[in-house]
């Protein structure tokens, strides 16, 4: 089984959305690498999409939100 990448997002508060970025291993153990909050979901989807590309091309990762 091949090492993933992912991502999620979701609305907290006071017009706030967070989003985290996450690391599947082989074993399909989750690792949070980190979360992004902004007032605006389209700035959080854009900079999860866009981490997700990075490491997924750099290290070989398998892009679960690539389109």
């Known amino acids: 089984m091949k090492e993933k ?4 997002t979701g609305y907290l508060e006071n017009d706030i959305y967070q ?4 690391f599947y291993d082989n074993q399909e153990n989750i690792y949070p690498l980190f979360g992004l ?4 979901e389209k700035y959080v989807i854009n900079d999860l999409k866009w981490f ?4 997924s091309d750099y290290l ?8």
């Open 60 to 67: 070989e990762l398998e892009n679960l939100n690539s389109v």
């Open 19 to 22: 989003g985290t970025l996450f």
């Open 37 to 40: 909050d902004d007032e605006n």
């Open 5 to 8: 990448i992912d991502y999620s």
């Open 52 to 55: 997700a590309k990075y490491f």
